[in-house]
C-alpha cells in the first residue's frame, strides 16, 4: 500500500511541475488543476503518514483527510466550467466551498480541544475494523453522508457543463478530437464507481461491518491513486480554446427557415462542393461564414435550418462522401484517405463512417 501512495503521490508531483512550466495559456484551468494536484497530493501523504507506523499518528492526520474529501467534488467541477470560462468566474465561487471551511473549523476545534481523544478514537476505530465490529457513531454518520452527497451533486454539475461544451465545440469547429471533455464524462463515470461507491460502502460498512474495512480501505485507497492517474494523463491531452459560456447552455435546435433560405442554402453547397473547404483539418465555422461573406450567427442559423444538426454535422458529412468517392476510385489505404479527406482521427473517422453509411470503410468498398 505504502508503494501505491508514493506511486500516487510521484504522479501528482509530476503533473503538477509540468502545469507549472507549462507555457500555454489555460487560463483559471492551470490553477484549479494545480489545487486538484495539491489536494491528491497532500491526501496521499496523510495516507501514507498514518500507515507507515500506527503509534506515531498524530491527531492532525485523524482528522483532516477527512475534509478534505469536501474539495474533490467542487475543485473538478469547477475545472470543467473553467473550460468555457478561461477567464476569471463570475459570481460567488466561494459559497460552494462553504461546507468544507465549515468541516475545516469543527476540525480544528477538535483538535484544538481534543487532541488526545482524537487519538485515541483512531485507534478504538482501527482496532474495531480489524475486530469487524462497529464504529457508528452520529457525527460519523452526517459527514461521510455530506461527502457522498456533495460528491454526487458535483458530478451531475461537472456532467452537464461538459455535455454542454462538447455540443458547443461542435457548432464551431470541424474537427473536436483534442478539444472536447468527452474524457470528463468517462472519468466521472469512473469517479462514482472508484470514488463515491466505495465511500457509501464504507458508510453502510460503519453501521453493519458486512466486508472487511481493512481490505475496503486498501481497495479505496488503490482506486483513488489509479484515478488520479486517468485524470492526469487525459489532462495533458487537453487543448484549451475560448468558448463563451452563453453557448453552451442548451442544445441546439432546429430553427425556422430564415429569408432566403434555398439560396444562401445552395450558396453555401456550391461553396463546399467546388472550393472542397471541409478538407481542412482546422476548418471553423468562422472561416467559413467569412468565405460566405456572412456573419458566423448567420451561418448557424442556416445550418440548423438545414437538415444538418450543426457545422461539425455539415463538414463531416461531406468528408465522408469524399471518402465513399475516393474509396471506389482508388486502392490507396483507407486511413491515407480519411485525413486526405479532413479528418484528424482514425477513431473518429471510423465512429462518423459508421454513423452515416452503416458499414465500415472497408466492408464498403467492398460492396
Same mark, same amino acid.
Given at each position: ?62 482528522? +483532516? ?8 467534488? !467542487? ?21 460552494? @466551498? ?42 460519523? @454518520? ?11 451533486? =458535483? ?9 454542454? =461544451? ?35 460502502? =464504507? ?36 487543448? +484549451? ?10 442544445? !441546439? ?58 457545422? =461539425? ?29 479532413? @479528418? ?24
Amino acid at each position: 500500500m505504502q508503494f501505491i501512495l508514493a506511486a500516487g503521490i510521484g504522479v501528482c508531483a509530476f503533473m503538477l511541475l509540468q502545469l507549472w512550466q507549462k507555457n500555454e495559456r489555460m487560463g483559471q484551468a492551470k490553477f484549479l488543476a494545480m489545487a486538484i494536484q495539491a489536494l491528491w497530493i497532500f491526501r496521499f501523504g496523510l495516507f501514507y503518514a498514518k500507515i507507515i507506523d500506527l503509534e506515531l499518528v498524530t491527531a492532525p492526520l485523524v482528522i +483532516y483527510d477527512q475534509v478534505l474529501l469536501f474539495l474533490d467534488g !467542487p475543485l473538478i467541477w469547477l475545472y470543467t466550467r473553467s473550460l468555457v470560462e478561461p477567464k476569471r468566474f463570475k459570481g460567488k465561487v466561494w459559497v460552494h @466551498f462553504i461546507p468544507f471551511f465549515l468541516m475545516f473549523a469543527y476540525a480544528t476545534y477538535q483538535l484544538i480541544a481534543f487532541p488526545q481523544q482524537l487519538i485515541q478514537l483512531f485507534h478504538d476505530t482501527w482496532q474495531a475494523f480489524q475486530d469487524g465490529t462497529s464504529t457508528a457513531g452520529g457525527i460519523g @454518520f452526517i459527514v461521510i453522508a455530506a461527502i457522498v452527497y456533495m460528491n454526487i451533486v =458535483y458530478m451531475f454539475r461537472s456532467l452537464k457543463v461538459a455535455r454542454a =461544451y462538447n455540443v458547443a465545440l461542435e457548432e464551431e469547429y470541424s474537427n473536436t478530437d483534442s478539444l472536447t471533455a468527452y474524457w470528463i464524462i468517462r472519468f466521472q463515470k469512473l469517479w462514482v464507481i472508484l470514488f463515491v461507491l466505495p465511500l457509501l460502502l =464504507y458508510f453502510v460498512n460503519y453501521i453493519w461491518p458486512i466486508f472487511p474495512m481493512m481490505e475496503l480501505a486498501g481497495a479505496a485507497l488503490v482506486a483513488i491513486v489509479l484515478l488520479s492517474i486517468v485524470f492526469n494523463m487525459n489532462l495533458l491531452k487537453q487543448v +484549451y480554446v475560448t468558448l463563451p459560456l452563453s453557448k453552451s447552455k442548451k442544445p !441546439p435546435v432546429k430553427k425556422p427557415a430564415p429569408s432566403g433560405f434555398e439560396e444562401e442554402l445552395n450558396r453555401l453547397m456550391k461553396v463546399l462542393k467546388e472550393d472542397k473547404a471541409y478538407l481542412d483539418e482546422s476548418l471553423t465555422l468562422s472561416q467559413l461564414a467569412d468565405s460566405l461573406d456572412i456573419k458566423p450567427a448567420e451561418l448557424t442559423d442556416l445550418i440548423k435550418a438545414s437538415e444538418y444538426e450543426n457545422f =461539425y454535422d455539415l463538414i463531416n458529412s461531406h468528408r465522408i462522401e469524399e471518402v465513399k468517392a475516393q474509396l471506389l476510385q482508388s486502392n490507396e489505404q483507407v486511413i491515407q484517405i480519411a485525413y486526405q479527406s479532413g @479528418f484528424k482521427s482514425k477513431s473518429t473517422f471510423n465512429k462518423i463512417f459508421k454513423e452515416k453509411t452503416g458499414l465500415t470503410p472497408k466492408a464498403y468498398r467492398n460492396s
